[in-house]
């Protein structure tokens, strides 16, 4: 009995250890892409328009006479 306490007691241990590794691994994260977002976001020129916008914008061929 004294042997299964022990096993069980290590196989606990371990699975907190790897549930706040990856709890710490997720809070650094979130922060190292905020961090990421604060720091590129200034820099982004006003003039920059993203591709679904630019795109919206584009006759194509509607005036010209495809054949």
Do not use: C, K, Y
């Amino acid at each position: 009995m004294d042997t299964f306490m022990s096993e069980a007691i290590i196989l606990e241990a371990a699975m907190v250890s790897v549930l706040l590794a990856l709890w710490i691994t997720s809070i650094a994260l979130h922060g190292l892409f905020w961090l990421m977002s604060a720091i590129i976001r200034p820099m982004v020129s006003p003039l920059a328009q993203p591709i679904q916008v630019a795109a919206g914008n584009l006759q194509g061929n509607r005036g010209r006479n495809a054949a």
